[in-house]
């Protein structure tokens, strides 16, 4: 939580809601004082806030059965506003407001917080789930069993805030907003005369669900296709199979239509849950009844045409929310079952063209200097889901002209480019690669362009190609640009760095962009810069801004992404301290020096300081190297050379 913070006060009212917590657990028997000492000492090194029935599990102190039975019969005595002040959401100073007008009103404390605007509505909610231990659902009519609504009238719903979503045997999943309320729980089990097994969801959440249910958009029985009539008369596996190729479909559209570049099921012990990639990070889309899970990835993989287990990185091609993506999946076995994710890749975008792909007027220059030259180097290296192809086929892009020959070899095309030949290489033979590196040397082609450089001897014919004066784009897997001379190196790909041709080496990293419409101006401290290794005394000079979220960010504080660069050139002294065997830092610091290389750290801080991203957001992504240090820039002198051409 980005405006999470910890005053004293807070942490010292932590302190005795856990002793109570802790104090309880003992009386009953569940903890010894031992065992309660270790659990404080583990939740006081914690950054983030932990409950400290979570932290008794995690050690093994006390069974998740044994804290479940033990907070629902205590469930009264866990304080949501200290809750609250702990995950720095609200202040104290807001909770004796409460409490003082509690007395005067019979809502409960959660709702007169969000009526306060104090919280939303969503920041309650997860809140709860958190502290609760109760999955977060989504009520979406596409995710639930929709005949168990039938037979319960709409105010009924309404009024109790609550949706029955999944039955099972002898147990029922209920999505409501207040899982503590004792009488509806009660209500639920007499009605339904089974267990309820709670699930959290916000107040409009569920009642926007119940008015498109009851709404006159809901298609009535004699809309309902013949095939869809026989299915609901099916067996009780035949019923699964339908409901979870609903759920995968509705997961994958909302996956594609949020632009998420990942969806990710995973199994929990409780519940299955559903989240999102976004923008790079993770963000919680729902919680699934936990009975679920094996149906759905198991659905999910036949889909790709998965065969005994074995994963056959098949990619397929197709159209979702009207958009053309391409999809694949990877899978892994954990603890509570398997997890698979979906890999969403778009079709090309605006994004490909250089302007908008968040160069520096310095660097945007460089770049397109070594693309508008004849022959030379291009060397790329990031990690994965840094955007590395689309900087490659940027690349591209721009040299596609009609008077060129250009090539590609590529492990998967991502986008087809008219004008290109690109060959897609499916195998894992070095050999059989290697030999098609060579026969690109040899083509009566201009451009090459492979995506990986996998052996010494693929690393030679590009190397020959650009002796004899084609263009070479290729990447290679290293953090930074001083990572991939040693990388290369090390794998025996040296002799590209040899080639006496102009080299030009990109490292790129993603990274969120502010939302404009909540960004809060925010002034960094000197210590905080002096880490980033930037030279922090011009620092009340410049604006710089922190992530807060608001609806039109769903919360996150940030939309969309950009991106940092750092570019080194292979100058004559470059290229003798590599022939030196000179360490990578020496390397980086002589680049620095001499030729005024500007770090991914530098030109994330002038991002940040004309207001694009924050500070927060370019430490999560860049490395820092100590050395850069010795070479520090002020944020003047930085700006000055991100912004000369
Ligand atoms: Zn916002």
């Not at 045409?305 to 979702?320: A, D, F, M």
């Not at 889901?385 to 940027?394: D, F, I, P, Q, V």
């Amino acid at each position: 939580m980005s405006t999470a913070h910890s005053s004293p006060q807070a942490s010292k009212s932590a302190a005795t809601t856990a002793l109570k917590l802790g104090d309880l657990m003992v009386r009953e028997g569940l903890l010894t004082m031992d065992g309660l000492h270790k659990a404080l000492a583990i939740q006081k090194q914690s950054d983030e806030y932990l409950p400290l029935g979570r932290v008794c599990v995690d050690l093994k102190l006390i069974s998740k059965q044994e804290l479940q039975r033990f907070l629902s019969k205590y469930q009264k005595h866990i304080q949501i506003g200290e809750l609250l002040v702990n995950m720095g959401l609200i202040t104290q100073t807001q909770v004796q407001k409460i409490l003082e007008m509690q007395k005067a009103s019979s809502k409960r404390f959660g709702a007169l917080l969000v009526q306060s605007g104090f919280i939303s509505e969503s920041q309650l909610t997860n809140a709860l789930s958190i502290q609760l231990d109760i999955p977060r659902m989504i009520p979406s009519l596409e995710l639930m069993d929709q005949r168990l609504l039938e037979g319960i009238d709409e105010e009924t719903l309404r009024f109790n805030e609550f949706i029955p979503v999944d039955r099972s045997g002898n147990q029922m999943t209920v999505i409501m907003s207040d899982p503590l309320n004792s009488n509806l729980m009660q209500q639920l089990v007499d009605r339904f005369k089974c267990k309820i097994i709670p699930a959290i969801a916000t107040p409009s959440e569920i009642l926007s669900t119940i008015a498109e249910f009851f709404g006159p958009r809901r298609k009535g029985p004699e809309e309902v296709s013949l095939d869809q009539d026989l299915m609901l008369k099916e067996t009780e596996q035949d019923k699964t199979k339908e409901e979870v190729s609903s759920m995968a479909r509705f997961l994958v559209r909302s996956a594609v239509e949020e632009g998420a570049s990942a969806l990710h099921v995973e199994c929990q012990e409780n519940y299955v849950r559903v989240r999102l990639r976004k923008d790079g990070v993770m963000v919680h889309k729902t919680d699934l009844p936990v009975r679920v899970g094996p149906a759905l990835i198991e659905m999910l993989k036949t889909a790709f045409r998965l065969k005994g287990g074995k994963y056959w990185q098949e990619t397929i091609t197709t159209h979702v929310a009207n958009r053309k993506v391409d999809l694949s999946i990877s899978f892994f076995q954990g603890l509570w079952g398997e997890n698979l994710v979906v890999h969403i890749l778009y079709a090309p975008s605006r994004m490909l063209i250089f302007d908008n792909l968040g160069f520096s007027p310095v660097n945007l220059s460089k770049i397109n200097s070594y693309l508008e030259r004849s022959g030379g180097m291009i060397i790329t290296s990031s990690p994965i889901r840094s955007g590395k192809s689309t900087l490659m086929y940027a690349c591209l892009l721009t040299l596609n002209q009609l008077h060129r020959s250009v090539l590609s070899l590529e492990n998967h095309v991502h986008y087809t480019m008219p004008g290109v030949i690109q060959h897609h290489y499916k195998g894992d033979d070095p050999e059989a690669h290697e030999a098609l590196v060579e026969a690109m040397a040899e083509y009566d082609s201009d451009v090459l362009m492979v995506d990986d450089i996998p052996s010494p001897q693929s690393a030679d014919s590009l190397n020959r190609a650009a002796l004899m004066g084609k263009k070479v784009i290729t990447s290679h897997h290293a953090a930074d640009t001083t990572a991939l001379i040693y990388a290369l190196v090390n794998s025996g790909c040296e002799a590209l760095l040899h080639s006496p041709v102009p080299i030009l080496l990109i490292s790129q990293r993603l990274l969120r962009r502010l939302c404009e419409k909540c960004k809060v101006p925010y002034s960094p401290s000197e210590a905080e810069l002096t880490g980033m290794k930037v030279m922090a005394g011009d620092r009340g000079a410049y604006q710089f801004y922190t992530a807060k979220g608001c609806k039109d960010c769903q919360n996150q504080g940030y939309t969309g992404q950009t991106a940092i660069h750092e570019l080194l050139e292979i100058t004559d002294e470059i290229h003798n301290a590599v022939l030196q065997k000179k360490s990578s830092t020496s390397i980086r610091e002589m680049a620095r020096r001499d030729s005024n290389m500007i770090s991914m750290i530098e030109d994330g801080v002038f991002k940040a300081s004309a207001g694009l991203t924050s500070l927060e957001e370019v430490r999560r992504v860049s490395l820092i190297h100590d050395s850069d240090s010795k070479s520090a820039r002020s944020i003047k002198q930085i700006y000055t050379l991100c912004t000369s051409k």
